[in-house]
């Protein structure tokens, strides 16, 4: 790549405007081309980088737009992007806010049943006392007011079914008797009850209570017993009027019967004839029988039937009732009923087809009479001389009569022999126009046996459907109990839980409340007794204080004499130590201060301060003793001497020569043996011979101090020849002034010891 | 006394001078007469000897205060734990 631009700017340095072609003028065009070039490709490189940088910020600017997520990352990770994006796309969309599911309502009648329950269930007796009324109350138009709690416990039943049917145990069986009118009527209590629920909770009393609850029993059990009777006195007479009714009936059926075999015997008519008019009279005689008794029976009948119907009203009306306990009897009666009305059907129906018969067998009788009498008045005809008894008048008859009388008769043969055979022709007809009677009225009677056959079978099923129904119901409300019982036990038990807390409650509280106040007198009397106490403690402290003062101020008049003592001797004691100091020779040293710096020590034991100053001497003059200023003095200028000798020598020159150097300088240098000190030492004073002529001008003052200080700062030789003198020097001037301040000390405690008279 | 010291060393300086001088005179006489056929140069030699091994401990008797003495130090290494 690089060769190829070194190539490219080679041919472009051919063509260059910058002239020959040449080595050196390469290198320049070199750096002309590639800078033409560079500035190409520089501004190709800054415009595409350009296009880069825009894009991507217009990319990610309409992705902002897009996604506010992704906004709000930029917003978060890039400081100033925020308001960028606030420029170009205005502000951020706010957050949104997730969707609060509302729990659904599911069955809100079955949840609030269910609140009313729980509620019931928390305070069931106030509100199941207070609820009684309620619905006394509040749907009057749907209850009966005699029956309020069976309505009670009927919608307690009710509710307790709804509880069921929502845990979903057992099915949910409709309380009886509360089939249609209980649920609206429910839900309108429920409501009412809710309604009256929240205002007004107030719980009546138990007695209140137990004898509304006494008196509701009572009135449910005066109608029930009421309601029994009513069934049982209207059963008994629908019995009795159906018994007799039936006994009617199968007379008049026995009646009906003799009838028609009297009549049957009587058409016979193979007795004699005496025997026939009896027997004719008999007929009479049963017809009578028979017509009065189907008019009983009839009568009988209907009585039976309206007692039935009398029955089936009060049965109805107590069904209407809707007492529970009546049911088994409402059942009972309603079989008696049904089975009453079975045997009269029956009954009927025996007697229908007894009627029948007898209608055939009469029927029959008539046409046989019919014919009779058409033969007698045709014998009449014939022989209108024959009386109508022909029977009796077998001798008187003539042979005339007699031939035309069997001429009549074989006429008379021949005529029912003609109509015989025109019987015989017709009876296909007529036995099968008789068929089809038949069969129409069979179908008829089979109709009618079918419908009431059905109707019993109807009501047969109905009375069982009742039947399972009650048993079912029964069963329910078995269950129900025991659901109530345990209700009401976790109730009772959950009383107890409650009853147990609040004791504890309670009793907690009162034990606190009793604590308190036992510490509140506790304190109290602690108080009372700390005052006391207190005030009793300050009198002695007073007493004890006041006795204490005069102790002291006695004690301290004590001190203050022993301090004057103690002062004194200090004083006295540092006026010996300054007296030894006199005692230096000439070139010996003082006396050893050991004794008297000993002395101040022991006068001065407690002394810190002096104690401290008599330690800060040094060890030298307590053992050695010090040398005096004068034998200092006189020292100092054999040390001047010797220092100018060896002023030369130090760490670098210390050779033999340089001794002998230094020895010449000291002779040939000229300068004045005492210069002044200047108050402040610049470098070029520092020079051994000044330095001496500085320390002998301050020693002829007296100022040993100065001196020492000046000799301090010599160097080399000259410094090693003088270090004896000067640890000396040192010390005495250490020692003077310990003993001064001791003095100066001495003095002030004199002075502040000192009382004035 | 450190003013006295220096003078201490100038006597012994002397006397050691006078001492060293004295036997390299000896010396370089016993040599000269003995090895060295009664020359001059012997006894110079001797006497010179004498005297510059004098000045040599006077010079270094006056400049032992001042020479440097090193010792080699032994590598001491501390470990903290």
Redesign the interface.
């Known amino acids: 790549m690089l060769r190829v631009c070194w190539k490219g700017a080679h041919a472009a340095a051919r063509q260059c405007v910058c002239g020959k072609v040449k080595a050196h003028p390469l290198q320049h065009c070199r750096r002309y081309t590639t800078a033409g070039d560079s500035g190409s490709t520089a501004g190709k490189i800054v415009a595409a980088s350009l296009l880069t940088v825009g894009g991507g910020l217009g990319g990610t600017i309409l992705y902002a737009k897009w996604d506010p997520k992704f906004r709000a990352n930029i917003e978060k990770s890039v400081p100033y992007s925020d308001q960028l994006f606030e420029m170009a796309l205005g502000p951020p969309p706010p957050p949104l806010v997730p969707l609060q599911k509302k729990p659904g309502k599911i069955e809100p009648l079955q949840i609030s049943s269910l609140s009313e329950a729980s509620k019931e269930s928390k305070q069931p007796k106030a509100k199941a006392k207070k609820s009684d009324p309620e619905p006394v109350e509040a749907p009057p138009a749907v209850e009966e007011a005699p029956a309020p709690t069976p309505q009670t416990l009927e919608e307690a039943s009710a509710e307790a079914a709804h509880i069921i049917s929502a845990i979903g145990e057992v099915l949910s069986v409709p309380a009886p008797g509360t089939s249609d009118e209980s649920p609206p009527g429910h839900t309108a209590a429920g409501e009412e009850r809710k309604d009256h629920h929240e205002p007004a909770l107030k719980e009546r009393p138990a007695e209140e209570v137990s004898a509304r609850l006494a008196q509701q029993d009572k009135a449910e059990q005066d109608a029930l017993a009421a309601l029994t009777a009513g069934l049982e006195e209207s059963l008994g007479s629908s019995a009795k009027t159906t018994l007799q009714a039936i006994g009617a009936q199968e007379a008049a059926l026995t009646a009906i019967a003799t009838h028609t075999n009297k009549l049957k015997e009587a058409m016979d008519s193979q007795t004699h004839p005496d025997e026939k008019s009896t027997q004719w009279k008999a007929l009479n005689e049963a017809l009578s029988d028979r017509t009065r008794a189907m008019e009983e029976a009839e009568e009988a009948l209907l009585k039976a039937k309206g007692e039935l119907e009398i029955l089936r009203g009060v049965i109805n009306s107590a069904k209407q009732s809707k007492i529970d306990a009546a049911r088994p009897q409402i059942l009972a009666a309603e079989e008696n009923l049904h089975s009453m009305i079975v045997d009269l059907d029956k009954v009927v129906t025996k007697v229908q087809t007894a009627q029948t018969e007898a209608k055939i067998v009469s029927q029959y009788s008539e046409l046989v009479n019919e014919a009779k009498a058409q033969f007698q008045q045709e014998l009449a005809n014939i022989t209108p001389e024959i009386q109508a008894n022909w029977k009796g008048l077998s001798g008187k008859l003539s042979a005339d009569d007699l031939n035309s009388l069997i001429a009549h008769a074989h006429r008379r043969i021949d005529q029912l022999n003609r109509e015989l055979a025109e019987q015989r022709v017709r009876e296909q007809i007529h036995i099968e126009a008789a068929l089809e009677q038949q069969k129409l009225e069979d179908q008829k009677a089979l109709e009618r046996a079918v419908a009431s056959a059905l109707e019993h079978r109807r009501e047969d099923m109905r009375l069982e459907q009742e039947k399972k129904v009650q048993e079912v119901r029964e069963v329910m409300e078995a269950e129900m109990r025991t659901q109530l019982r345990r209700q009401a036990a976790a109730h009772t038990d959950h009383l107890r839980d409650v009853l147990k807390v609040q004791e504890q409650e309670l009793h907690e509280e009162a034990q606190e409340i009793l604590n308190s106040k036992m510490m509140e007198q506790e304190t109290r009397y602690r108080r009372l007794t700390q005052e006391q106490l207190d005030t009793f403690t300050l009198d002695m402290n007073a007493a004890y204080a006041r006795l204490k003062g005069i102790e002291e101020a006695i004690d301290s008049h004590v001190i203050a004499e022993e301090e004057a003592r103690k002062a004194h001797q200090l004083w006295l004691s540092v006026e010996a130590l300054n007296y030894t100091l006199k005692s230096a020779g000439a070139d010996s040293p003082t006396e050893p201060l050991e004794g008297a710096v000993g002395v101040i020590k022991e006068n001065c034991a407690e002394n810190e301060f002096a104690q401290a100053l008599t330690s800060a001497l040094p060890e030298e003059s307590l053992s050695r003793g010090i040398y005096g200023e004068a034998s200092l003095r006189a ?1 100092f200028y ?2 001047r001497r ?1 220092a100018r000798r ?1 002023a030369l ?3 670098t020159r ?3 020569y340089q ?1 002998f150097l230094s020895y010449l300088q000291s002779i040939l240098l000229f300068e004045r043996e005492q210069v002044a000190p200047p108050v402040k030492l610049a470098p070029e004073d520092l020079d051994t011979f000044r330095l001496l002529a500085y320390a002998t001008y301050s020693i002829e003052r007296g100022d040993l101090e100065l001196a020492a200080k000046f000799i301090n700062q010599l160097r080399g ?1 000259s410094q ?6 000067l640890k000396e020097t040192r010390l005495t001037l250490e020692t003077k002034q310990v003993i001064s301040l001791l003095s100066a000390y001495a003095n002030a405690v004199g002075l502040g010891t000192t009382q004035a008279p | ?3 006295k ?2 003078g201490r060393k100038w006597d012994r300086c002397l006397a050691d001078c006078a001492v060293k001088f004295g036997t390299g005179l000896g010396l370089g006489i016993v040599f000269s007469v003995v090895f060295f056929k009664r020359r001059t140069w012997p006894i110079v030699f001797g006497a010179g000897l004498g005297l510059g091994m004098a ?1 040599s401990n ?2 270094n008797d ?2 032992s ?2 020479v440097l003495h090193s010792k080699v130090a032994k590598y001491f290494s501390f470990e903290q734990k």
Do not use: P
């Not at chain 1, 090693?720 to 003198?725: E, G, I, K, P």
């Open positions: 020292r054999d040390i010797l060896v020598i130090d760490e210390n050779s033999l001794y030789e090693r020849v003088a270090q004896d003198w | 006394m450190s003013e010291e220096l000045y006077c010079q006056l400049r205060r001042y």
